[in-house]
């Protein structure tokens, strides 16, 4: 199950800000990170590649189609999204707002069917939110909020998953957990494409795309030197890159 993403250069302009700059991307198979300052454009490069932002110029395929031209409901199909808010209100319990994730498979009368539930109680065991199932959405605490919306998107079983932010309220045992899953998707198929703000997670991502200003300053696999310089760079020398017990680290540098 796989689908290949492609943005060639793409500029959106939101307001008077120009978010993007002749951007192309064109995600792997595999666990990609979008890392970057504040007002880089990550989000909305992530926003442009799920659709949901038009770009001004330049286009994005998916399958050598034109997102455009996607139905919505087939575009749904093969692009699972998690926004960096989720809505958290409403009277739907957890393991409803998770079979929400079938609506692209089922249509809204569609029957749900046994594997159907089984996709819906095997996503959120994978974000380990199992034991949330028959509590409500607004009644949760903000991490387990964002597992079940994790939940969700996985959910669709789509083979591209794009999730902004998709560690926002959890701890560190879940943060760690999500780590782990987002790798065992990255080695069935799938791809992946995340924008994260915590650098030492953005680093066991496959590959990173460095954005400053609009631009991709730098695209490459999490062991390339010049991706760490371009990392130091682009957050104006605070931070430095180290290997530590064969993982690599982005520290702050204090000592600048």
């Given at each position: 199950m796989t689908a290949v993403l492609r943005a060639e250069h793409v500029a959106v302009r939101l307001g008077s800000t120009q978010a993007l700059r002749d951007v192309s991307v064109a995600p792997q198979v595999g666990w990609s990170a979008i890392v970057g300052p504040n007002g880089a454009?990550?989000?909305?490069?992530?926003?442009?590649?799920?659709?949901?932002q038009q770009p001004d110029s330049?286009?994005?395929?998916?399958?050598?189609?034109?997102?455009?031209?996607?139905?919505?409901?087939?575009?749904?199909?093969?692009?699972?999204?998690?926004?960096?808010q989720g809505d958290a209100h409403g009277?739907?319990?957890?393991?409803?707002?998770?079979?929400?994730?079938?609506?692209?498979?089922?249509?809204?009368?569609?029957?749900?069917?046994?594997?159907?539930e089984a996709l819906v109680m095997q996503a959120m065991e994978a974000t380990e939110a199992g034991g949330l199932q028959r509590r409500r959405l607004a009644e949760l605490s903000g991490g387990e909020r964002q597992r079940v919306l994790?939940?969700?998107?996985?959910?669709?079983?789509?083979?591209l998953l794009l999730l902004d932010e998709p560690t926002t309220h959890l701890?560190?045992?879940?943060q760690v957990a999500l780590v782990r899953l987002l790798h065992r998707l990255?080695?069935?198929?799938?791809?992946?494409?995340?924008?994260?703000?915590?650098?030492?997670?953005?680093?066991?991502?496959?590959?990173?795309?460095?954005?400053?200003?609009?631009?991709?300053?730098?695209?490459?696999?999490?062991?390339?030197?010049?991706l760490h310089r371009a990392l130091?760079?682009?957050?104006?020398?605070?931070?430095?890159?180290?290997r530590f017990g064969g993982?690599?680290?982005?520290?702050?540098?204090?000592?600048?």
């Open positions: 454009g990550k989000s909305t490069l992530l926003r442009t590649l799920a659709g949901l330049g286009h994005v395929t998916l399958d050598g189609r034109a997102l455009a031209d996607w139905p919505p409901r087939q575009r749904a199909v093969r692009i699972a999204w998690l926004a960096q009277e739907l319990t957890a393991r409803e707002i998770v079979r929400l994730g079938r609506l692209p498979r089922l249509g809204l009368f569609g029957d749900v069917a046994p594997a159907d994790l939940a969700r998107a996985l959910a669709v079983d789509a083979p701890d560190p045992p879940h990255a080695s069935e198929g799938r791809t992946i494409v995340s924008v994260l703000h915590d650098l030492p997670l953005a680093l066991q991502a496959d590959r990173l795309i460095v954005m400053l200003a609009g631009r991709v300053h730098a695209e490459g696999s999490r062991d390339d030197p010049a130091v760079d682009v957050f104006g020398g605070a931070i430095r890159v180290e993982r690599w680290l982005a520290l702050p540098d204090l000592d600048r």
